[in-house]
């Protein structure tokens, strides 16, 4: 009797549950809704049935790499998709902030979050925190050993990967040095040549990358991705040696994977979508597959969760930052070095402190200088390197291309072991600097070239400025586009100077007003 009556009531309390999950749904009809998708996503698709099933809605995901969801929504104002679901919104947002109000700003709503990190290899690893103080890298570590080759990395590619575009993002926002997000003259000149030096693979999206790297681990000895990615990667058993996750001291960008409303329309199945998404049960899940920290705060983030994301970094406010820097970094096959041409005054009057300062920035740029401007300023390998002394008339000239600390000795030895001149020519040894530079130019057109002048004085030898100016107008289109930063220092004439720089497409920097150093690390990477 006890037992019949235990079993009725079981029997009403599973009634009246199901009773109470189909009212949730009450009303609402089946839908199936079309959604873009990053291909990081993918790893969803097995909780998508279960959602069909709670909430009456399928999500047919198509996933594609498109960074700033492009093309949505189209000309016509209405999209193929009615919802969108990428890594991040927020280089699409920026795009809409620049229509003029001919995109209207969907309803956007997080649904999970994963910093961009990196992963190294143990011994890569290892090398790198045992010469940081505490073992605590950061991106400009990352970049100093990228610079050196110490550091192969793979990175999906930013002009078509929001994963790879946030790693960019937080890569140069380090490179600023700013401690804020980024502004237009922080990218006036790239930063980041030395870090691009590193790269070794790349991919369409992440998922591309990851993939690539598993068939690739004896050319690649980093990952720049989301931490869920590398979590998941080290868990599949795929790999040598499982990638050990760096969090830059310097900053990490945070994505939020939200999911976009493209067809307001949809707007019922979409609040059922998101709800189903945010509940406790589903997030707990989201979590323990994908490796993603949950937003709703009432679940308690896994073991390997618990990393302190730190300082989050702030993507631009603007779209013609994140633009420009896409397009200073270009693409997998734009790896082309600088070639840098410095034209360096050794008259008498840059005789102690003065040279003392010169000897010790260029023994900052070849690796001495461990501030965070000076790794992202180093010269880097592939960069051509140009050194031509001057007094009264150009008394040597040495090139070397960077493949190591050999090559980097040998032109620290050129400005270290230089004599000195009565006399100051700075017109003809400028002149000198674009015959280099044509020559440069002529053998490989897509290398980048630019001319750093260095001078303390007046010129009194050789030709005038009037002169040089009619030689620089007689060179081709191409050679004339090659920059001249002048360096003023000590009694220079400055007004000289800066119409140099003005008449070439460059700009002057004042050593005067801060040191030798800090004028070289400015002009780095400037075009």
């Known amino acids: 009797m006890r037992r019949h009556a235990r079993t009725l009531t079981v029997c009403l309390a599973l009634t009246i549950l199901a009773a109470l999950t189909s009212s949730c749904t009450e009303g609402e009809e089946d839908v199936t809704l079309r959604v873009l998708a990053s291909p990081e996503l993918a790893d969803v698709e097995p909780l998508l049935e279960e959602l069909k099933e709670d909430t009456g809605v399928e999500l047919d995901m198509e996933y594609k790499a498109t960074a700033d969801l492009a093309g949505q929504p189209p000309a016509s104002g209405r999209s193929e998709y009615d919802l969108a679901w990428p890594a991040s919104d927020r280089s699409f947002l920026l795009r809409v902030q620049d229509s003029g109000g001919t995109v209207t700003r969907p309803e956007s709503t997080p649904i999970m ?294 090559d980097l000795r040998t032109l620290n030895k050129v400005v270290a072991d230089g004599g000195f001149h009565d006399s100051t020519a700075v017109w003809t040894a400028l002149d000198r600097g674009y015959r280099i530079a044509a020559e440069a130019v002529r053998e490989e057109p897509e290398r980048p070239v630019s001319i750093v002048l260095m001078t303390d004085g007046e010129s009194n030898s050789g030709i005038k400025y009037e002169e040089f100016i009619r030689r620089h107008r007689q060179l081709g289109t191409d050679v004339r586009e090659v920059p001249t930063f002048p360096v003023h220092l000590g009694e220079a004439d400055a007004v000289a100077l800066k119409k140099a720089a003005d008449a070439t497409g460059g700009r002057m920097v004042d050593a005067n007003l801060s040191s030798l150093s800090d004028a070289f690390k400015e002009i780095r990477g400037c075009h």
């Open 113 to 406: 979050r994963s910093p961009v990190v990196v992963g190294l290899t143990p011994e890569v690893a290892d090398k790198l925190r045992a010469g940081v103080p505490d073992g605590r890298l950061s991106w400009a570590d990352i970049a100093d050993a990228a610079a050196d080759g110490t550091v192969r990395f793979g990175m999906a590619d930013p002009r078509r990967s929001d994963t790879g575009r946030a790693a960019l993002v937080g890569v140069a926002t380090a490179a600023a040095g700013t401690g804020s997000v980024l502004r237009e003259q922080d990218v006036s000149c790239d930063r980041l040549r030395g870090f691009r030096s590193g790269q070794a693979l790349t991919g369409a999206s992440s998922r591309d990358l990851i993939g690539r790297y598993v068939d690739q681990q004896d050319d690649v000895n980093a990952l720049i991705a989301h931490e869920a990615e590398l979590l998941s990667l080290n868990a599949a058993d795929e790999l040598r040696e499982k990638l050990q996750i760096v969090y830059p001291e310097d900053g990490m960008v945070l994505s939020g994977f939200p999911l976009l409303l493209l067809d307001p329309g949809q707007r019922s199945a979409y609040r059922r979508v998101v709800d189903w998404l945010l509940s406790t049960d589903t997030q707990n899940k989201l979590m323990e597959r994908t490796h993603r920290r949950p937003v709703n705060q009432d679940v308690e983030p896994s073991k390997a969760l618990r990393a302190a994301v730190g300082n989050a970094l702030s993507f631009p406010d603007r779209l013609s930052i994140v633009e420009q820097l896409i397009t200073d970094y270009g693409g997998p096959d734009s790896s082309t070095a600088d070639q840098v041409v410095f034209v360096l005054d050794f008259s008498r009057s840059m005789r102690g402190e003065r040279m003392a300062g010169l000897r010790a920035a260029f023994a900052g740029l070849s690796g001495a200088d461990t501030t965070s401007t000076g790794k992202f300023a180093r010269f880097y390998r592939g960069e051509r390197l140009t050194v031509l002394r001057f007094g009264g008339r150009v008394v040597e000239e040495r090139t070397v291309t960077v493949r190591g600390d050999g």
